[in-house]
């Protein structure tokens, strides 16, 4: 059984930063995401890692903004979130366990989610 916990989230003005955290417990996942949810719309992917390799995805529309990387002694996955937009407003999720490469932004492929955490931009 894998658990993840999500961290990090709150309000910022656009523009600005923030880091969400997500940390992983049981045993060792592969791929972990961060997806998004904005009201009235559907859950998308933002970004994943391997966790082995290190290689990463993007989302279109984070590219060049959003990082995502890696403590593996921490077990944690983070979603570095720079030049922050109101469209990035949404709840955020950590996922784990199911989507391999081509099929990380596929929300009904993995198997384990957080709780989410709150990300809200104001212009």
């Known amino acids: 059984q894998v658990q993840l916990v999500e961290s990090g989230g709150g309000s910022v003005q656009a523009g600005g930063s923030l880091r969400l955290s997500c940390a992983t417990s049981?045993?060792?996942?592969?791929?972990v995401a961060w997806f998004r949810q904005a009201p009235g719309k559907e859950r998308e992917g933002v970004a994943a890692?391997?966790?082995?390799?290190?290689?990463?995805y993007y989302a279109d529309s984070v590219k060049g903004r959003f990082t995502i990387s890696q403590d593996n002694a921490k077990n944690v996955v983070y979603l570095q979130m720079n030049n922050v937009k109101p469209e990035d407003t949404a709840m955020y999720y950590c996922?784990?366990?199911?989507?391999?490469?081509?099929?990380?932004?596929?929300?009904?492929?993995?198997?384990?989610w957080g709780q989410g955490t709150r990300v809200t931009v104001s212009s």
């Open positions: 996922a784990a366990e199911g989507a391999y490469g081509g099929q990380w932004s596929v929300p009904e492929l993995y198997k384990y």
């Open positions: 890692i391997y966790t082995g390799s290190g290689s990463t």
């Open positions: 049981g045993y060792s996942t592969n791929l």
